[in-house]
């Protein structure tokens, strides 16, 4: 993972956020021993509070590996909540059956082995939280795919928004800033036309949060 924050500041917000619980610890340590890129305490922390302040009751996620994030999500959701994991790895969508189930939020999960695109095409609207978190190439026609399943007071948020070993951060701030971009890597382009995407769309208002890797936050307004 490569953090967009300082260690010092990453230490800090940490340290100031909710405490994760030890089904979370021992998923950070899988995290670490394993080199999985997980969206980290800081970000889980945040997409927590996202579902808490909109009342979130159906979340669906475009990629979601062991669980990490979903488990996050999963503690401010009702008891007759709704979340929807959906992950290609068969072995990783088993492990965060077992995490899930390891903080009691096996009875509000749906797990879903297969391509997210084709899972959400199965499910009725609406969401009150969506992340996307799969190839990045790939986020832009995730929005469009759930776009119509979002309420208003609904959040789209998509990872990776800065930086993931593999996005070229220069050709990001070039775009941002209106500067001609000639060519680069598929994964920053796949960012650059999610951002176009959920900027151009009037009916949402998009930032960027300098946490974990970066988190694009889109609110729809209307």
Known sequence: MTDVLTDDIARFVRAVGPDPDETLLEMDEYATAEG??????????????????????????????YGYSAYWFADALPDDGEIVLTEVDEDELELAREYMAAGGYDGI??????DAMATIDRYDGPFDVVLIDHEKDRYADA??????????????I???????????????????????????????????DYLETVRADPAFETGVLPLGEGIAVSYRVE
């Open 143 to 156: 929005f469009e795919a759930v776009r119509s399943k979002i309420p208003v007071g609904g959040v789209v």
């Open 109 to 114: 999960a749906r797990y879903e082995h297969g």
């Open 36 to 65: 999985f890129p997980h969206v980290g305490p800081e970000v889980g922390a945040f997409l927590r509070f996202v579902a808490r302040l909109n009342g979130a009751e159906r979340i669906f996620e475009f990629g979601s590996g």
């Open 158 to 192: 998509a990872d990776n928004a800065i930086t993931a070993g593999i996005i070229d951060f220069d050709d990001l701030l070039a775009w941002a800033e209106d500067s001609p971009v000639d060519e680069t890597n598929d994964h920053t382009q796949g960012i650059i």
